[in-house]
């Protein structure tokens, strides 16, 4: 499969990173974020903002800022994380260890497609929500998830990216640099005579040219890095199975 798309609008956040001349700066010397990073949900009610971690809040206002309020109710939606809101999923296991009642509400909030589906009720989104997640790959996941959805059911599909590094307890388990951040994409199809990108599968022992490489970055950001560098022809990402292979096109 060779999913082909067009980026119609963006936006990411990371410490330090809010806008897209922030992110654009960033690109031309990439360094992992560190901090917390800074969100502004004032447009969001309190009482729903309560109920948004951190990993969250950066989905939802990515999202909000590719799709504003009010718009984009039937535009369907991936949501892709490799780890998604483990913070709340910790709170939850060591409060079962000490033989704590367990909130449902808590536990609703913390499973994997808990960000999605706390922003679709937020914005009443009816349209088709979907939830990936992947080892290492959830930015290929989530292309190719919303490529297909792109293909059968509309014009449009957000896709959202989000992870944040594991508690303490779970360090251990990293085996890449880790940082906040959630970006966006407002993705349409490719047509004729415009720029766009393709993402396709490769074989473990295929041979590629590649083009220049990124920084020591979460995966994540490593693919956000590949499609802000104007430049830049490809990409390719090894995994356990295979490879990924991100181009830039011309319709």
């Known amino acids: 499969m ?18 897209q ?62 780890y998604g809101d483990a913070e709340k ?48 790959c959830a930015p290929e996941a989530g292309v190719v998830e919303a490529v297909s959805l792109l293909q059968e059911e509309g014009r449009e599909v957000m ?16 085996d890449e640099p880790v940082a906040d951040y959630a970006w966006s994409l407002l993705l349409e199809p490719l047509r004729s005579g415009c720029e766009g990108f393709a993402l396709q599968a490769l074989d473990a022992d295929s041979s590629f040219e590649r083009d220049s490489s990124a920084a020591a970055l979460p995966h994540g950001l490593d693919v956000l890095h590949f499609l802000l560098q104007a430049h830049r022809k490809n990409m390719v990402c090894s995994h356990a199975a295979g490879q990924w292979l991100w181009e830039r096109v011309h319709a």
């Open 2 to 19: 060779r999913a082909v798309f067009a980026i119609k609008a963006w936006a990411a956040v990371a410490p330090g990173l809010q806008n």
């Open 89 to 136: 999923m910790i709170a939850l296991l060591k409060s079962q260890a000490q033989q704590e009642p367990l909130s449902p509400t808590a536990f609703g909030l913390s499973v994997h497609n808990g960000v999605g589906a706390q922003y679709s009720i937020l914005r009443g989104v009816r349209a088709n929500a979907v939830c990936v997640a992947s080892s290492y």
């Open 21 to 82: 001349a922030q992110w654009l700066q960033w690109a031309q010397a990439p360094a992992c974020p560190v901090g917390v990073a800074e969100v502004d949900l004032a447009h969001v009610p309190p009482m729903s903002r309560r109920r948004l971690g951190l990993l969250a809040k950066m989905a939802v206002s990515v999202a909000d800022a590719v799709l504003p309020s009010g718009q984009g109710v039937d535009v369907p939606m991936v949501w892709a994380s490799r």
């Open 159 to 174: 896709l959202v990216c989000y992870d944040q590094p594991l508690a303490s307890e779970y360090a251990a388990f990293h």
